[in-house]
Structure formats: structure tokens, C-alpha cells
């Protein structure tokens, strides 16, 4: 095969879910609507928090930094997937490629980190309540977010910039519906073990940080809750939680979901259907978990559409 360098490369090819002209029309409906509805829902939660005095406190803040990233990590891949649907087309511009698999990187790990933030602030409130106010100031908040960008910011980076130094061949269609680095450095014919080692050692460090975060902020929170004498005060422990912990399983199950079907798996269309399930869904679903369970920002919601005071 004839081998290129990476200042000869001007495009690549998404070969998306399928390539039967019939199905492309359901597919453009389906991505288009699930986007819609992931633009409108997180939106509508970012305008509900900034609106209302009542949801000025750290978890909202947090819940309406992580609506934007999912805002940002669906623009990232799904528009430029729509486009290519309607022109017929499967390309996609060398430059626009790596930034695709950049800022996929960074709103995906930032996402990770901001519900490992909040799974924190979670932890505060239940195991420390009357700290709570003093610990999780406005000023550490702010930081938090920032710290997050940083690292996810750093990390995507570093991949990209190693993508830059790759050698590919005239092959060059991704079996995917967008830029995703393992793919991508799957095209390459020089040496990979550098990236390779990169993805294992640093990804994983980096999202190991965040899950064990998690794991131990709700570690702590069930064993204070199962330590209350009232069941009452119990329950609404649980229940200040019960949304996030619901988000949290859905964004580490698809994606331990993807790693187990490319880590057994070679078939290409069940990676690809197991990657939307990860980089589409849970950012559409998360503004109806938290607009369904959690009662402020149902009031909230309430006075933002129809005007009216919230309970």
C-alpha cells in the first residue's frame, strides 16, 4: 500500500452506521432529532439554573457546566455527521478530523471529571452537612471546573499531537461516524506503540482518577445514609443524590460498554452503534433524569416555559 505522509493527507472518509442509500433518510431523522432534543433539553437546564435564584448553589452549577459539555460533545460529532448525510458525501478534511478527535477528548473527559465533581459535592452534603457551605464555596467551585478543562485540555492534546507525527496509507476510511482516535490510529502505518501506550497508560489514568472519585464519594455516602436512625432523613439523602447516580451509571456503562466491544469484538458496526450509545445518548438523556427526579429544577422549568412561580 502506498504509504503518505501526515502533510499529504487531505482528507479522511466516515464510512457512518451504514452505507445503504435506503436507510440514510432514518438515519439523518434519527441523529437529527436526538440532537434537537440534546441542544433544547441541556439548554433549557442552563437557562432554568441562571434564571433562578434558588438553584444558585454548587450542585446546579455543576449540573449546568456539565449541560454545556454535553452541548459541545454533540455538536462535535453529530452536525458534521448530518452534513455528510445530506451532501452524499463521506469526507472529512484532515484538520477537521484531528480537531474532531481534540474536542471529543476534552468534553468527553470533562464530563467524567465534573460527575466525579459532583458525586464530591454529593459527599459533602450528606456526610458533612454543616461544613458544607464553608467547604464548597463559590471560589472552589469555580476551580474545580477550571481544574477539570485543564486536565481533560492537556490530556486531549497530547493525543492530538501525537496523531500529528503518524504516517497513513491511501486507505483512509474510518468505519466510524466520526473521528475517533483509536480508528484513526488504526490507519497508520508508521509506529503506534507510543500512541498506543498514551491511550492504556494516560486515558486511563485520567479517567481511572475521576471513577475512583465516584466510587469512593458514594462509598462514603451509603455508609452514612445506612447510619441515620430515621428512614425519613435516609430516603431524602438518597434522593438528593438519586439523579446524579443515575447519570453516573449511565455515562460508565456505555462506556465500559465500548470497551468491552472493541476489546472483543471486531465488527465495526457493533463499535459503532456501542460508541453512540455513549458519545450521543447519555447527553440526551441527562436533562430529563434531572428534570424528572429533581423537584427544584421541575419549578424552575415550570416558570422558565410558562411564566409561572415555582413551588
Request: aromatic share 10%.
Amino acid at each position: 500500500m502506498e504509504l503518505i505522509n501526515q502533510t499529504a493527507v487531505s482528507e479522511f472518509l466516515l464510512l457512518g452506521l451504514t452505507n445503504d442509500p435506503a436507510l440514510q433518510p432514518l438515519i439523518f431523522i434519527l441523529f437529527l432529532s436526538m440532537y434537537l432534543v440534546t441542544i433544547l433539553g441541556n439548554l433549557l437546564i442552563i437557562l432554568a439554573v441562571s434564571s433562578d435564584p434558588h438553584l444558585h448553589t454548587p450542585m446546579y452549577f455543576f449540573l449546568s457546566n456539565l449541560s454545556f459539555t454535553d452541548i459541545c460533545i454533540s455538536t462535535t460529532t453529530i452536525p458534521k455527521m448530518l452534513v455528510n448525510i445530506q451532501a452524499h458525501s463521506q469526507s472529512i478534511s484532515y484538520t477537521s478530523c484531528i480537531s474532531q478527535v481534540c474536542f471529543v477528548l476534552i468534553f468527553g473527559g470533562l464530563e467524567s471529571c465534573l460527575l466525579a465533581v459532583m458525586a464530591y459535592d454529593r459527599y459533602v452534603a450528606i456526610c458533612h452537612p454543616l461544613r458544607y457551605t464553608t467547604t464548597m464555596n463559590s471560589r472552589l467551585c469555580v476551580l474545580l471546573v477550571l481544574l477539570c478543562l485543564l486536565v481533560t485540555t492537556v490530556n486531549a492534546l497530547l493525543h492530538s499531537l501525537m496523531v500529528l507525527w503518524l504516517s497513513f496509507c491511501t486507505a483512509l476510511e474510518i468505519p466510524h461516524f466520526f473521528c475517533e482516535l483509536v480508528q484513526l490510529i488504526k490507519l497508520a502505518f508508521s509506529d503506534t506503540h507510543i500512541n498506543t501506550l498514551l491511550i492504556y497508560s494516560v486515558t486511563s489514568l485520567f479517567a481511572g482518577i475521576p471513577r475512583s472519585g465516584v466510587i469512593f464519594s458514594y462509598t462514603q455516602i451509603v455508609s452514612s445514609v445506612l447510619r441515620m436512625p430515621s428512614m425519613d432523613g435516609s430516603y431524602k439523602a438518597f434522593s438528593t443524590c438519586g439523579s446524579h447516580l443515575l447519570v453516573v451509571s449511565l455515562f460508565y456503562g456505555t462506556a465500559f460498554g465500548v470497551y468491552m466491544s472493541s476489546a472483543v469484538s471486531d465488527s465495526s458496526i457493533k463499535n459503532v452503534v456501542a460508541s453512540m450509545m455513549y458519545i450521543v445518548v447519555p447527553q440526551m438523556l441527562n436533562p430529563f433524569i434531572y428534570r424528572l427526579r429533581t423537584k427544584e429544577m421541575k419549578g424552575a422549568l415550570r416558570h422558565l416555559i410558562t411564566g409561572m412561580p415555582s413551588l
